[in-house]
């Protein structure tokens, strides 16, 4: 069964914490990728080839890897050059993770991914943002196609994800896998992405995001008790 295959109708689960938090330890990492799988994730996706190689040891499920760089002169930061994708697959991901978005990069997308392909023999899912992005992704021969950067570039940045109407001009254009990331919130939401033809729907914050879903309750209780305090 090839991983397409494998994925499909599933529930990705994206394990990443703030390098700054007590879960970024790779064992909580790989402890929370094992327990998505034991529920029932068909794939997980996990950042920084430290965190792959615990994850790889506690899974046997496809791992979407990728390595976040901050690179001054570039915006892109999903693993951006080849370098960072051969760590990642050393460390065990089965697939590969990049920005495919049409923002400056150092090096050409088009070589990017056929180097992967070629020197690496991993398929690769393209991190898009718009209808234009995903037609440059798919035509440099990315094999899967995700909704991860809509919301995050300054194209896109006006609108909260997730884009039901970006998803389906994707499913409607695009003979490759398109995974929905970005924005789910709740299983309802999670069922419509599949509903509008998603191949798989992938899930972080809500599920593992801690750090984040913390700090919205508290801002939320904090921003409330002022307003009562001027009543």
Aim: overall charge negative; glycine content about 6%; hydrophobic content about 50%.
């Amino acid at each position: 069964m090839n991983l397409a295959t494998q994925i499909r109708g599933g529930l990705i689960v994206s394990c990443q914490a703030p390098p700054d938090s007590p879960l970024a330890a790779p064992e909580i990492i790989a402890a929370m990728a094992k327990a998505a799988v034991l529920r029932g994730a068909v794939a997980v996706r996990i950042n920084t080839p430290a965190h792959i190689q615990a994850v790889r040891q506690a899974v046997n499920v496809p791992i979407i890897g990728l390595w976040k760089q901050v690179l001054p002169e570039y915006p892109v930061y999903i693993t951006p050059r080849f370098a960072d994708a051969v760590a990642v697959a050393t460390a065990g991901a089965d697939v590969i993770a990049l920005d495919a978005t049409a923002r400056s990069r150092p090096e050409p997308l088009q070589d990017l991914i056929q180097r992967i392909h070629n020197e690496l023999g991993k398929p690769v899912m393209a991190d898009i943002d718009s209808l234009e992005s995903a037609e440059v992704a798919v035509a440099a021969d990315a094999d899967w196609v995700g909704t991860t950067l809509f919301g995050y570039t300054a194209a896109t940045a006006h609108t909260p994800p997730p884009s039901w109407a970006l998803l389906g001009q994707l499913v409607e254009h695009f003979n490759v896998p398109i995974l929905c990331e970005g924005g789910i919130v709740s299983p309802t939401m999670a069922a419509k992405a599949l509903n509008l033809g998603a191949w798989a729907v992938v899930v972080g914050t809500d599920i593992t995001g801690i750090d984040l879903k913390v700090q919205q309750y508290v801002q939320t209780l904090k921003a409330t008790t002022i307003e009562d305090s001027q009543r």
